[in-house]
């Protein structure tokens, strides 16, 4: 059974950052790629950043691009979503998400991801 636990949400200015962390047990981190979606009030959830199994490739939406992060430690079954420049627009419950079966890239489609964690809180005030 994966588990999928994220930390590092908060409550944070316009223009300020945060690190949003997401831990992963059940099954070998390193075999699958990993993303990171989030879902505001009265929206559909959207996708945000995805990243390969090793690491090596990434994908953003538009929105985010030059702003976010993904990164991963394999060693340590952490996938981060360092958040720069946030925007009132980027609040929003952010849910790391993982495949349920082998995925290599760093795919956009959510129905790629079967596993989601309970969900982080961001909060950007203007």
């Known amino acids: 059974q994966v588990q999928l636990v994220e930390s590092g949400g908060g409550l944070v200015q316009a223009g300020g950052s945060l690190r949003l962390s997401c831990t992963a047990s059940?099954?070998?981190?390193?075999?699958?790629?990993m993303g990171w979606f989030r879902q505001a009030p009265g929206k559909e959830r959207e996708f945000v950043a995805a990243?390969?199994?090793?690491?090596?490739?990434?994908n953003y939406v538009d929105s985010v691009k030059g702003r976010f992060t993904i990164s991963r430690d394999n060693a340590k079954n952490l996938v981060y979503l360092q958040m720069n420049v946030l925007e009132p627009e980027d609040t929003a419950v952010y849910y790391c998400?993982?495949?349920?079966?082998?995925?290599?890239?760093?795919?956009?489609?959510?129905?790629?991801?079967?596993?989601w964690g309970q969900g982080t809180q961001v909060t950007v005030s203007s």
């Open positions: 998400a993982a495949p349920q079966s082998w995925l290599s890239g760093p795919s956009a489609r959510m129905t790629e991801y079967g596993y």
């Open positions: 059940g099954r070998t981190f390193s075999n699958f790629a």
């Open positions: 990243i390969s199994r090793s690491g090596g490739s990434t």
